[in-house]
T-cell receptor
């Protein structure tokens, strides 16, 4: 079972790029990586997902090195509204209907003016 | 689609009472997950269903917890009897597997307080 480690908290200023790294040393071959964002009193919201190399969408980029033992969520030019908790999830689609899901403990990102 | 719907949004009950949390997944999704979130333990996967069938309930903390999915559009998580340590936010999520990856869509959660 993959174990994930994230920094507890990070501070940044508006307009800066923020990189949050998640360590998952014992990730398995079939595991994929997903990042979620959670605001207070809301459920986690999907940000980005990937398996290897780099993935980019309209809100973030996900960098996964060749050994896949870590992944980095990159948020370009953050604003105050990006203040939230960010979770990495290592998941695997096992045989049949089985799933293996390991959420990180979350990183509280605070964006300062 | 309205997204994953959970009810009630807030529940306050007394120790020993039965609590039932409800979830309506996104239409067309074939997986449904129940999670519990606390400050101490973070997000914990309790149980998940595929096509209304429970696949893995190893995360259910005790026999006091039970979950059902009678049809594709409805699931319940029941706690009987409830205890103060069950106080948490309970999330329901649904997904539809595509390829080798899966995206879960979470509901707004039910905040449970057991006195």
């Amino acid at each position: 079972l993959a174990k994930t480690t994230q920094p507890i908290s990070m501070d940044s200023y508006e307009g800066q790029e923020v990189n949050i790294t998640c360590s998952h040393n014992n990730i398995a071959t079939n595991d994929y990586i997903t990042w979620y964002q959670q605001f207070p009193s809301q459920g986690p919201r999907f940000i980005i997902q990937g398996y290897k190399t780099k993935v980019t969408n309209e809100v973030a980029s996900l960098f996964i090195p060749a050994d896949r033992k870590s992944s980095t969520l990159s948020l370009p030019r953050v604003s105050l509204s990006d203040t939230a908790v960010y979770y990495c999830l290592v998941g695997a689609l096992l045989g049949g209907s089985a799933r293996q899901l390991t959420f990180g403990s979350g990183t509280q990102l605070t964006v300062l003016p | 689609d309205a997204g994953v719907i959970q009810s009630p949004r807030h529940e306050v009950t007394e120790m020993g009472q039965e609590v039932t949390l409800r979830c309506k997944p996104i239409s067309g999704h074939d997986y449904l997950f129940w999670y519990r979130q606390t400050m101490m333990r973070g997000l914990e996967l309790l149980i998940y269903f595929n096509n209304n069938v429970p696949i893995d309930d190893s995360g259910m903390p005790e026999d006091r917890f039970s979950a059902k999915m009678p049809n594709a559009s409805f699931s319940t998580l029941k706690i009987q009897p409830s205890e103060p340590r069950d106080s948490a936010v309970y999330f329901c999520a649904s997904s539809s597997t595509q390829g080798v990856e899966e995206t879960q869509y979470f509901g707004p959660g039910t905040r449970l307080l057991v006195l």
